[in-house]
Nanobody, 121 residues
Framework: QVQLVESGGGLVQPGGSLRLSCATS????????ISWYRQAPGKQREFVASITNTGSPNYGDSAKGRFTISGDNAKNTVYLQMNSLKPEDTATYYC???????????????WGQGTQVTVSS
């Protein structure tokens, strides 16, 4: 079974940077797209960014101009470079894949376990 595994979260001061990674484990054949979402306590899950397997990015309003999403198809890994971080970026960040083709067949609606990002002085 394929899993999405996030890493790279942590505590950073306002204005700082972090790079999150979303790696896949298991026998992945192809991934159409991977997205990043985030959820702060008491708030709804929010779209941050996505990237297709052809490298086409899309950003939510909170990410535009500060975050960059990129992918390594050979490693089936997606990165989220976050710069100029603000306290309001504090949240648990999740990666999501709506559809993955694996050696055992298709897999749908995969979420990672999340990685915590805290922006505070």
């Amino acid at each position: 079974q394929v899993q999405l595994v996030e890493s790279g979260g942590g505590l950073v001061q306002p204005g700082g940077s972090l790079r999150l990674s979303c790696a896949t484990s298991g026998s992945v054949i192809s991934i159409i797209s991977i997205s990043w979402y985030r959820q702060a306590p008491g708030k709804q899950r929010e779209f941050v960014a996505s990237i297709t397997n052809t490298g086409s990015p899309n950003y939510g309003d909170s990410a535009k101009g500060r975050f960059t999403i990129s992918g390594d198809n050979a490693k089936n890994t997606v990165y989220l470079q976050m710069n100029s971080l603000k306290p309001e970026d504090t949240a648990t960040y999740y990666c999501y894949a709506p559809f993955i083709t694996t050696s055992l067949g298709p897999d749908y609606d995969l979420w990672g376990q999340g990685t915590q990002v805290t922006v505070s002085s």
